[in-house]
């Protein structure tokens, strides 16, 4: 099968050193000879959570499990290894390991508390129990926007400190959408912290830093299916009768008799795409891609499609790759072939997966009881040699 990824992956991993024996530091990174601290152009960060051998985490992914523990692994090497539970608040939930700017941040929910971590030593934690949409740090500050687990509620805030306050609501995008990157939801336009939703009375709203504008969305919207902020302009996908459009600062592009069961917008130098899965169609992918002053392309236009809807989409401009279920596995697709089938397997989240210019890493885990999750990328497997799961995986490419 072709495997089309750039050589830059392979210089990293033709230097990778598996590291299998475990590493009782607790958090703390052990000691690296002054040989050993050469930056590479691009590191690879993974992180994967360690069960006792003679548990079965595919019952409940290692819940109440005290012993499990939560490894760090860069350029495949262990990096670090942090308790899980409520005495490290730190959890082995998949959705909770967040890298980001070559940094492992973590989210813990108590009874009453939510506490955030990066690289295993806290940083805040504040009253109420909240399930992040949104992480993005910034300087020497972390601003998170989290949804109420008791209600709708949602709440933005700075180092865990109340900057806005909302109430029932639908946030537009999320750590898992396609559209949206690392920091799911809260992202940065400009010198602005921005996120978008939609009230329960249908009105939807921008938020850039802590301040609310109202989004006014055309009449014949029946449904708004994302809101993006760019250069401080607002984009539009939404669904009417039978159609779906695009409306942009310049004007208003018809997207097709199809409706959508998940999308969002992506913009990208200038370019806009609508990511994601379609109704009806059996289809997912970039579908379409516009410049400011240009007219909207059709489907067989720079577009990428997929025949069938996929978990996720990993997408650079017009080009694409997708995850796609498939029997108790998964494919993978690059709007033209199948590079891989991959059966008995699946990912977690979004974060299980990566793509930079350097290429795509994917981390497997296995459904059958006693095999090993492993990295594939560069059409080789790379076993991690533990019972239990990887639940995060990121490229950096330093700058």
Not at 87 to 101: M, Y
Not at 226 to 247: A, T, V
Request: net charge negative; aromatic share 12%; with cysteine.
């Amino acid at each position: 099968m072709k495997y089309r990824f750039p050589a830059a992956l392979s210089v990293i991993l033709a230097t990778l050193m598996l590291s299998c024996e475990k590493v009782d530091t607790k958090g703390r990174t052990p000691d690296i000879s002054d040989s050993e601290q050469h930056e590479a152009d691009t590191v690879l960060l993974l992180t994967a959570v360690s069960v006792p051998e003679d548990y079965d985490w595919h019952r409940d992914t290692a819940a109440g499990v005290s012993s499990c523990e939560l490894f760090l692994y860069k350029d495949m090497e262990l990096a670090a290894v942090y308790g899980t539970g409520p005495q490290f608040c730190i959890s082995a939930d998949p959705d909770s390991h967040h890298l980001i700017g070559g940094h492992l941040y973590t989210e813990y929910v108590s009874d009453s508390e939510t506490v955030i971590k990066r690289d295993g030593e806290e940083l805040f934690r504040y009253s109420g129990r909240e399930y992040l949409v949104g992480l993005l740090p910034f300087g020497s500050s972390v601003y998170t926007l989290g949804r109420l687990r008791s209600g709708g509620g949602c709440r933005f805030r700075k180092n865990g400190e109340l900057l806005l306050e909302l109430e029932d609501c639908r946030i537009f995008g999320d750590f898992s959408s396609s559209a949206y990157g690392r920091t799911g939801a809260l992202y940065r336009d400009g010198d602005h912290f921005c996120f978008c939703y939609e009230d329960l009375s249908g009105k939807c709203w921008k938020v850039q830093d802590e301040e609310l504008w109202r989004v006014d969305k055309p009449s014949s919207a029946e449904e708004v299916i994302d809101i993006k902020i760019h250069d401080s302009k607002e984009y539009l996908l939404y669904s009417g009768s039978l159609m779906s459009y695009l409306k942009t600062p310049h004007k208003t592009y018809t997207m097709g008799y199809f409706d959508w069961s998940s999308a969002g917008i992506a913009i990208e130098e200038g370019d806009i795409y609508a990511v994601g899965n379609r109704k009806g169609r059996d289809l997912s992918g970039i579908f379409h891609g516009t410049g400011p002053d240009s007219a909207f392309m059709p489907v067989s236009g720079p577009a990428v499609s997929f025949s069938s809807p996929a978990y996720f989409i990993y997408h650079s401009g017009a080009e694409a790759y997708a995850l796609i279920p498939e029997g108790d596995g998964f494919v993978v697709e690059d709007g033209e072939d199948v590079l891989f089938e991959i059966p008995d397997s699946y990912v977690f989240t979004r974060d299980c997966a990566a793509l930079t210019d350097a290429g795509l890493a994917i981390g497997v885990n296995p459904r059958q009881k006693g095999k090993r999750p492993y990295l594939l990328c560069e059409d080789e497997e790379y076993i991690i040699n533990i019972n239990g799961y990887i639940s995060s995986v990121a490229l950096e490419i330093k700058r």
